[in-house]
């Protein structure tokens, strides 16, 4: 059976477990109720070499069967490892779209689409797993919490999901609504920059509404453009920074100067 007709064969099991885990969202390093399922998922598939990690995380190995390559084996070259590398966590938004598969915890939602990371490798995974006797290798499979907060990649890291065995490449990825359908973007290295918070205090001067000049006026240099983003800030599209702000007013007046 050619691929395209293996995926197409697992489609509606695909749906039904996106649905799930887009009914029960959880929230980062709480992701008790999704490392479980998926859990469940891997041993249904008859993958049973699973891993907890990091709380909520879970790593797990599929041993490709397949004729290994032989210059690999003269040189005693351990097997290539690839992982691939899903996020479990939601984000605390409510749902209001009302869809039957809706979210059932008030507050929390899949926004952010790692209900269908999660679907996505675990596809992957049923087919590879049915697969194995076709490549040599291994396949690791990387369920990260709390990709949205602290916590997720470095405590896995830590804890030596990137060993035992040794993993030459990972592949993550997420959902872009910005690409067509069936269309995939790929970037080398580094693609989504973390989030840090800077915080500035940008304090003007009082004056007579008939003497501007003799002021200073602190609403400028925070100024945002129409998408909320400060008119200095550089990022261009495709670059892996991206920078927001909000501006807060404060309305405490001091003797002689003022922030409005
Ligand atoms: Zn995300």
């Not at 689409?113 to 596809?123: F, S």
């Not at 200095?232 to 003797?255: A, E, I, L, N, Y």
Request: charged share 30%; net charge negative.
């Amino acid at each position: 059976m050619q691929l395209n007709e293996k995926i197409k064969k697992i489609e509606p099991w695909l749906v039904e477990v996106r649905r799930d885990f887009h009914q029960y969202p959880e929230l980062g390093m709480e992701e008790y109720r999704t490392r479980d399922k998926i859990e469940e998922y891997l041993s249904e598939m008859g993958i049973h070499d699973i891993k907890r990690m990091a709380n909520t995380g879970l790593a797990a190995v599929i041993e490709g069967k397949g004729q290994r390559d032989e210059q690999e084996d003269l040189q005693g070259r351990s097997p290539t490892t690839v992982a691939l590398r899903a996020d479990m966590d939601a984000l605390p938004i409510q749902e209001v779209e009302g869809r039957e598969y809706g979210s059932k915890n008030t507050g929390k939602m899949h926004a952010c689409g790692h209900d269908a990371h999660m679907t996505i490798v675990l596809g992957a995974a049923k087919l590879l797993k049915e697969m194995e006797r076709e490549f040599a290798g291994n396949v690791k499979l990387i369920f990260q919490p709390a990709e949205e907060s602290f916590g997720g990649a470095k405590p896995m890291i830590e804890e030596g999901v990137l060993e035992n065995p040794h993993v030459n490449y990972v592949l993550g990825l997420h959902v872009a609504p910005e690409l067509e359908v069936g269309e995939v973007g790929i970037k080398y290295g580094q693609m989504n920059a973390s989030s840090d918070t800077l915080t500035l205090s940008l304090k003007g001067k009082s004056c007579h509404g008939a003497y501007p000049h003799e002021g200073v006026d602190a609403i400028p240099a925070g100024r945002t453009d129409d998408y909320g983003n400060p008119k200095h800030c550089q990022s261009q599209p495709g670059s892996t920074g991206v920078c927001s702000h909000q501006f807060w007013k404060d309305s405490r007046r001091k003797s002689g100067e003022y922030s409005r």
